[in-house]
C-alpha cells in the first residue's frame, strides 16, 4: 500500500465513523415536551400564591402570558409539521425518527460550539426547571406561614 492510498482511506470516513459523527441541528421533541411540562408546573406553582381576591386577577395574567408563550411556538411547530407532510413538501428533508437516548449521545450543534445532546437538553431544560421549582418553594413557604396573621 503507497502513500497515496492511505491517504485516500484516510479521509473517506467509514459509514459507521458517519453515523457516529452525526450532528443535530434540531431539539428532540421530547425536550419541547418536557419545556412544556415545566411551563405548566410554573403554573399551578403560581396559583398557590392566589389566598384573596386581590391577586387572583394576577395570577390569571401571568397565566395568560404563559399560555400564549407555549402556544405561539407550538402553533408555528404545527404548522411546520403539517406543511413538511404535505404533497407539496416533497423536497423538504425526511423526518427524523431517533429515539432519545439516540439523540441525547450524539453531538447537538449550537451557534457557538458543538455539545452532546443531553448537555443540550440539560441545558435548555435547567432554566425553566429553577424557575418552577423555585416558585414551588416559594409557594409552599408561603402556604405554611401565617398569611396576613
Known sequence: MNGHDRTRSQQVPSRQAQESKRVRRSLHPTVY???VGLVLWLVLAIW???????????????????????AIPATLALMA???????EGKNSAPRDTASFRQWAAEDFDTWQDRVKGRNAAVEVLLPMAAIAIGMTAFAVVLHFTAVGA
Request: net charge negative; aromatic share 16%; no cysteine.
Open 33 to 35: 415536551v418536557a419545556l
Open 48 to 70: 398557590g400564591f392566589g389566598y384573596d381576591g386581590q391577586t387572583d386577577y394576577l395570577l390569571a395574567i401571568v397565566t395568560g402570558f404563559l399560555i400564549i408563550a407555549v
Open 81 to 87: 409539521y403539517s406543511q413538511g407532510n404535505s404533497d
